[in-house]
């Protein structure tokens, strides 16, 4: 689990990262927010973060990653010398999943890393959420719930099999499946089918994703992929 510290005091960001990496953690430190806002804050499973620092707050800095779809789903500990409730109530309504006072206890600082890690991984990420049923390639999107595709925006009109077809093979980018293995897996069970059915409703899928046919390789001698 890789932990950013961000905080104006280096002192304060070599004790969280040394106690923190005993525990187990790869720890990056950053002593301001604009230093933290340049680095690839995805990657980052928890971020520890001061509230009063230089030029941009760690308020501010919070906002901006709450209001960025690619890192709203990363919990924050706010770290902070302030101990009004007004404060507390700021940080927590802006996204923080929890908030520790200065002076700083490691002990106390553990367990509620551990507890704010453990409730957000409990729950499927925010991020997670909203892409665990769909599948895109550039212009292609498909909804595995809605069962709809569009390409460019635009609905797509796929039988059954052409739109299982199409998320089996975007599941698994480059890799090439037999005919056999489309068939196992595309296919009801208990139907009878030829492996020519397969080049069919192929020939018929690479039509209708237009420009995107391309992309849907035949390997002469093993079978199809879709290649990214």
């Known amino acids: 689990m890789k932990i950013l510290v961000v905080d104006d005091e280096q002192d304060i960001c070599e004790i969280l990262q040394y106690n923190l990496e005993t525990e187990g953690f790869e720890v990056t430190t950053a002593n301001s927010a604009e230093e933290a806002l340049e680095l690839p804050l995805q990657e980052f499973g928890l971020i520890l973060l001061d509230v009063m620092m230089g030029e941009m707050s760690g308020f501010q800095m919070a906002r901006k990653l709450k209001n960025n779809h690619d890192t709203a789903h990363i919990p924050i500990i706010f770290i902070t010398a302030m101990d009004g409730e007004d404060d507390l109530v700021k940080g927590l309504n802006i996204g923080a999943d929890d908030y520790i006072a200065k002076p700083l206890s490691m002990k106390e600082v553990k367990a509620r890393v551990r507890a704010v890690l453990r409730r957000s991984t409990s729950l499927p990420a925010r991020n997670q959420a909203t892409t665990s049923h769909e599948l895109s390639y ?85 079978g199809y992929c879709f290649e990214k």
Request: proline share 2%; net charge positive.
């Open 138 to 222: 550039e212009g292609i999107s498909l909804d595995l719930n809605a069962k709809t595709a569009t390409l460019d925006g635009e609905a797509l009109v796929f039988t059954k099999l052409e739109f299982e077809l199409l998320s089996f093979l975007l599941q698994h980018p480059n890799k090439v499946f037999a005919r056999e293995d489309l068939l196992k897996h595309c296919w009801p069970q208990d139907v009878m089918v030829l492996d020519r059915t397969v080049d069919v409703n192929i020939t018929r899928l690479r039509k209708k994703i237009g420009r995107y046919g391309k992309q849907i390789k035949t390997r002469v001698g093993y």
